[in-house]
């Protein structure tokens, strides 16, 4: 059974950080690309970024710079460090196994104006 399950959200400041963690099983992780999207009511999913089996990472232009994904594959967790947060990076956050087409129940992240 695949299962991704997303924590670490909360309320935050502008300017302030929050790590968000994701864990897997039901699945070797080690091997799979692991993206983080997220999604504000009204808005399309977007994704936010990806970390490949390798290690190699790619960001969406409106987090480069304050996000950084990262992965402990014997913790089969994929992080999520967020800092100098905007309240456009309002949002529900998911993390997902492109491959596999799996997401976790997301946690919400909120950056008050």
């Known amino acids: 059974q695949v299962q991704l399950v997303e924590s670490g959200g909360g309320l935050v400041q502008p300017g302030g950080s929050l790590r968000l963690s994701c864990a897997a099983s039901?699945?070797?992780?080690?091997?799979?690309?692991m993206d983080w999207y997220r999604q504000a009511p009204g808005n399309q999913r977007e994704l936010v970024a990806t970390?490949?089996?390798?290690?190699?990472?790619t960001y969406a232009d409106s987090v480069k710079g304050r996000f950084t994904i990262s992965r402990d594959n014997a913790k089969n967790t994929v992080y999520l460090q967020m800092n100098s947060l905007k309240p456009e990076d309002t949002a529900v956050y998911y993390c997902?196994?492109?491959?596999?087409?799996?997401w976790g129940q997301g946690t919400q992240v909120t950056v008050p104006s």
């Open positions: 039901g699945f070797i992780f080690s091997i799979y690309t």
């Open positions: 970390i490949r089996a390798g290690g190699s990472t």
């Open positions: 997902t196994a492109p491959q596999l087409e799996t």
